[in-house]
């Protein structure tokens, strides 16, 4: 079992930033692929970011490349969802997510996710 708790959402203006954090629980954490999720209102969850195990390999959405960085800490248990250049489209509830096998595209499906946090509420004022 892993327990997720995200922390770090808030309000913020546009063009500003924000860190999201995600704690695990537990002594496997560095087993898991680790995702950035979001889901808006009347929308469909999203990845937002991904990071392998090491964290040698991140993938990001197309609409958040070169403005969100993801990260982790196998040390601290803790992935990093860095937010620069926040847009009011930004505006949803974040999630982080813990995968023990996808790979590939496998990885941006909801379902490949074995362990969900809360969720933290961004939200981006224009």
């Known amino acids: 079992q892993v327990q997720l708790v995200e922390s770090g959402g808030g309000l913020v203006q546009a063009g500003g930033t924000r860190r999201l954090s995600c704690a695990a629980s537990?002594?496997?954490?560095?087993?898991?692929?680790m995702g950035w999720f979001r889901q808006a209102p009347g929308k469909e969850r999203e990845l937002v970011a991904r990071?392998?195990?090491?964290?040698?390999?991140?993938n990001y959405a197309d609409s958040v490349k070169g403005r969100f960085t993801i990260s982790r800490d196998n040390a601290k248990n803790t992935v990093y969802l860095q937010m620069n250049s926040l847009e009011p489209e930004d505006t949803a509830v974040y999630y982080c997510?813990?995968?023990?096998?996808?790979?590939?595209?496998?990885?941006?499906?909801?379902?490949?996710?074995?362990?969900w946090g809360q969720g933290t509420q961004v939200t981006v004022s224009s």
């Open positions: 537990g002594r496997t954490f560095s087993t898991y692929t």
């Open positions: 997510a813990a995968s023990k096998f996808c790979s590939g595209y496998g990885c941006y499906d909801p379902g490949n996710y074995n362990y």
């Open positions: 990071i392998n195990r090491s964290g040698g390999t991140t």
